[in-house]
């Protein structure tokens, strides 16, 4: 019992490393020291990050992260791309919670377009981004429950992830890259029977998250795993740059869907968690406590929606939306403004913007340039799993390699998003 | 589960969609034979495989081992297969072996990058024969929507792949029809695709 | 909020409710360091290379777009044409800023910069941007001075060329539709 009391508390001050904030480098005079190349294909699971560290004996003295093996060219391939054709993009960015990517591309193109969007479109949004980000941390914890060794946890997260899928299924067609999100709102309408699946799912949910803690919580292996393990101080968190969880963990109470609301977050009650250890067992907390908080959020956004059954969910103007499809057969203007928009495409008033949102792993931002034309001129994706590597260096010292696992499952890092 | 509650439910039938003419090869309408199923059968006879052939092929596909090769999206819906609803266990294949000398099968789910193209042979290389390769997804098997500087199109450019499965990410059902028919495959006798394949093999 | 102290600073600019304030590539760690100690933006979120080679090459027209001319809310109002604003260089070198405290307020500083010129790093200042001033060099070939570690961070290590740059090609592979190709 007494190794559960021995938690290293959270260091004050500093200790990112020197010169190379993102490189831990070995003391030169230390001897018997042993490279390891954690490859890019290993068995852990967050994807294709390969870290190359140096061991004296069981401990971290060097760690030396290469990414790039998911390189896609998003940004490339989106300047070719007209504006309503690269919505299928950026969710695949971010492919553990992807609804945010397109969301924050979403919201970037209607404030440069100045469009505003009907209020059922709104909480759709709101309610669905909630959902990606509880999806986004039933993975997390399934798989970083997986690499430490509590391996059934696995198979209780995804059992509610097929839930969620289900849900998405319901609205898009497809379980994930839903491309549900247009500019202007909704690809489709909302169906009815769906609202009675999401409140089953809403009452399930926190049954679920109970039955996780239970599992967890109390664990005598999985505190010893984890608590006083991975330590980031709140300034090294700020000065990192990380954001979302991982900066709640470390005890700085930032939120953007509090501090700066978008959508309807204003209107909506909910808690932010926060917690001071800065280690891996209160980034596990935050997130768990965050997957109750989503399904408060989702239970009031169903409530909301059902009392708009029948409004419209998708703007009007037809010069940037796609008409509905009924008017194609009788309306020749619909026609062809059906033809020019996928053909041409709209275009976007000249200028550059960058919105953030609060995405599951951090903020997660969107900065668009265009130069009065169909297809973007820039589109820049602000990483948060990226910033969230840059940590990996400063969290890893004076650790043992086991723990060096736990670390980076906790910082929740998605290759994709890191490589873009 | 109602999808909407304003369909006239007088109306909806409780004939049996085979009865309706519905054509669904494998599951409906068994004594048809699809174009796959038509061209393993043809495959087995003309390959004429020993009991003991047979025997070990059974024994192949019973327990064929994933070699842990998630790369992104399709990554996630590989490991859905894991998960209870769509439980891969019960073809014995839970095991995603870490360790490519104790994998048989390597699902590439996911894009492949230049950079991470020699990674992959290099896995592909260390796995021992008899070895099979899905290539899942839209850009694994060709590049999918990214055509572009730095994603392969494709990873049977590298190494020899035998099954295709489509999809941007396929569901967990699809990839489960990819692995049947992998096994269906092999159960005919066909051979691994490094030994039919010129390209990218030894 | 005044950024009047800004050392180097040439230009503020307020568009779509963001504050973008042009500075002097010179003297862009002396902004940077009074931005984080003075005015409280300690949090760096993202450093953002745009190439504006081309830039108003294909006119294009207000057709869809509002120009000043139209409301999209108000769909009866009419565009008409116009060309986008010529930019000063071809590299715009943008840092998005943001204030984590109980004011909260998000600013970007804008460089703008010519092929080759080189930028001090900000490392000193925000020691997440390091990788972001990897991934500038990697994808644009903007260099970096005094950056401890300038490598490749996305690309192979041995990769020539810049890829985000308009010069360089998207690449990739001829998509054959039919067998006589």
Known sequence: MATIERRRAVYRGSRIPQPIPTVLQRDPTLEDVLTVNFGPNHPSTHGVLRLIVDLHGERVVGLDAVIGYLHTGFEKTMEQKTWWKCVTYPERIDYVSFQYNELVYVLAVEKLLGLRIPRKATWARMLF????????????????????????????????RDLVLDLFEMVAGTRMHTRYFQVGGLAEDIPVGFYDEARAFCKRMPEAVDEYEAILNSNQIWLERTRGVGLLSAEDAIALGQTGPNLRASGVDWDLRRREPYLAYDQVEFRVPVYHGGDVFDRYKVRVDEMRESTKIVVQCIDRLEEMHGEPWIADDRKVVLPPREELHTSMES??????????????????????????????????????????????FRAPSFAALHATATCAQDELVADLIATVGSLDAVMGDVDR | ?????????????????????LQSERLLWPSKKGVFEDEVENLEDALGLTTLEKAVAWAQTRSMWPATFGLACCAIEMMSIVSSRYDIARFGMERFSSSPRQADLMIVSGRVAHKMAPPLRQVYDQMLEPKWVIAMGACASSGGMFNNYTILQGVDKIVPVDIHVPGCPPRPEALM????????????GVPPAYEIRGAASG | MSY?????????????????????????????????????????????????????????SGYYGTGGGRDLNDPMTQGYERTPEPKPKRFSLSYH???????????????????????????????????????????????????????RLLMDDDWEGHPLRKDYPLGGEPVRFSEEE
């Not at chain 3, 204030?99 to 804008?110: E, F, G, I, K, L």
Request: proline share 5%; hydrophobic share 40%; aromatic share 8%.
């Open chain 1, 129 to 160: 981004s909630e959902l990606a980000r509880i999806h986004s941390h039933l993975v997390y914890l399934g798989t970083s429950a997986l690499e430490i060794g509590a391996i059934s946890m696995f198979w209780y997260c995804f059992r509610e």
């Open chain 1, 335 to 380: 026609l062809i403004h059906h033809f020019k928009i996928v053909t041409e495409g709209f275009r976007v008033p000249e200028g550059e913007v960058y919105v953030g949102v609060e995405s599951a792993r951090g903020e997660s931002g969107c900065y668009l340039v265009s130069d009065g034309g169909p297809k973007p001129w820039r589109a820049k």
């Open chain 2, 1 to 21: 589960m109602a999808i909407d509650k304003s369909i006239d439910r007088s109306r909806i039938s409780r004939r049996p969609l085979a009865e309706a003419g």
């Open chain 2, 177 to 188: 029809e990819g692995i049947v028919r992998l096994h269906e495959k092999v159960l005919a």
């Open chain 3, 4 to 60: 009047e102290g800004v050392p180097g600073l040439v230009e503020t600019r307020e568009a779509l409710g963001e504050s973008t304030l042009v500075v002097d590539p010179a003297r862009v760690l002396e902004a940077c360091t009074h931005l984080r100690d003075e005015l409280g933006f300690n949090l760096l979120l993202d450093i953002t290379a745009t190439d504006y080679l081309g830039w108003g090459d294909a006119g294009v």
């Open chain 3, 97 to 151: 800023l943001l204030r984590v405290a109980d004011d909260h307020a998000r600013v970007r500083v804008q460089l703008w910069l010519d092929d080759g010129q080189p930028v001090e790093s900000v490392v000193p200042v925000w020691p997440t941007a390091d990788w972001h001033e990897r991934e500038a060099w990697d994808m644009m070939g903007i260099p970096f001075e005094g950056h401890p570690n300038l490598r």
